[in-house]
């Protein structure tokens, strides 16, 4: 069998570690026998890793075009595929609670996870999770650096508090954001999609990541944010300024236009 599952970009806005959306980056994971261009993994990939914890058994061999350690969910979206695949062999079928709990508790957090299970744009607690429709004017470009990042060392260097100030505003954005992406209010997208929890921390390390974000908006962006941990940078276009945005961002990086995976994990 094959297990498809898409990449995802975290942290929209003030969502930070809870929405995030899923992208048209499939990785591809195949039970057995390759399909394509899989090749076969090694035995610490995180698929692999998963889907042994999870009692699958026999070899993987997977093709993606996510790149690693740039903020699109790569280890999310294997881990989800490895414990899925092991849940079809074992019991022909997927529980999806129990998908984002497993996935989530070995990727650390859940937002990522959540989109790539579910699709479209996703909100999360862990426990539970809303799907929203993105409104289908927006498409997704990203700007993506030659550096990498790591999730783990750079959530380490996040404050472990914030003043009552910050957490109020966070949860204001946060909340108008959603609500704002489930009205299809792009004016109200492009108000709430800023935070600062986690990018200005982030950013201080990543200024070219800054400066994607800030000239993304500049160029008529409805919404821009540091995806993930980063260096990558996504942001909501639609159509018409999508060249504009594409020709301000910064040269260190490349950009690529990439569509809302409007569903999550399938199965072949």
């Known amino acids: 069998m094959r297990v498809t599952v898409p990449a995802s970009s975290a942290n929209i806005g003030a969502g930070f570690d809870c929405l995030a959306v899923a992208l048209d980056l499939p990785f591809?994971?195949?039970?057995?026998?390759?399909?394509?261009?899989?090749?076969?993994l090694d035995p610490q990939h995180p698929a692999a890793a998963a889907f042994a914890q999870a009692g699958g058994s026999g070899?993987?061999?997977?093709?993606?075009?996510?790149?690693?350690?740039?903020?699109?969910g790569f280890s999310g979206s294997a881990r989800v595929a490895g414990l899925a695949a092991a849940s079809l062999q074992q019991?022909?079928?997927?529980?999806?609670?129990?998908l984002l709990k497993l996935s989530g508790k070995l990727e650390g957090h859940y937002d990522n996870v959540a989109a790539s299970i579910y699709g479209s744009v996703t909100a999360t607690t862990g426990n539970s999770v809303v799907r929203l429709k993105c409104?289908?004017?927006?498409?997704?470009?990203?700007?993506?650096?030659?550096?990498?990042?790591?999730?783990?060392?750079?959530?380490?260097?996040?404050?472990?508090?914030?003043?009552?100030?910050v957490a109020t505003r966070a949860l204001a954005r946060s909340s108008v954001l959603v609500a704002a992406i489930a009205?299809?209010?792009?004016?109200a997208i492009r108000e709430c999609c800023r935070d600062d929890l986690h990018q200005p921390t982030r950013l201080a390390t990543q200024p070219d990541s800054g400066?994607?974000?800030?000239?993304?908006?500049?160029?008529?962006?409805?919404?821009?944010?540091?995806s993930g941990?980063?260096?990558?940078?996504?942001?909501?276009?639609?159509?018409?300024?999508?060249?504009?945005?594409?020709?301000?961002?910064?040269?260190?990086?490349?950009s690529k236009l990439l569509k809302v995976a409007q569903h999550g994990i399938s199965v072949s």
Do not use: M, Y
């Open 91 to 98: 019991s022909g079928s997927i529980h999806f609670p129990d």
């Open 59 to 72: 070899a993987l061999f997977a093709e993606t075009s996510i790149p690693p350690g740039k903020g699109f």
């Open 28 to 40: 591809h994971l195949d039970v057995d026998e390759p399909r394509g261009s899989s090749v076969e």
């Open 211 to 226: 400066l994607a974000i800030e000239s993304a908006l500049e160029s008529g962006a409805c919404g821009a944010w540091l």
């Open 229 to 254: 941990s980063g260096p990558a940078v996504a942001a909501f276009v639609e159509q018409d300024h999508v060249d504009s945005v594409r020709e301000a961002f910064p040269s260190s990086g490349h």
């Open 135 to 165: 409104p289908s004017q927006l498409e997704v470009l990203v700007w993506i650096p030659d550096s990498k990042t790591s999730t783990n060392a750079s959530r380490r260097h996040l404050p472990s508090s914030v003043s009552l100030e």
């Open 183 to 187: 009205s299809s209010d792009l004016a």
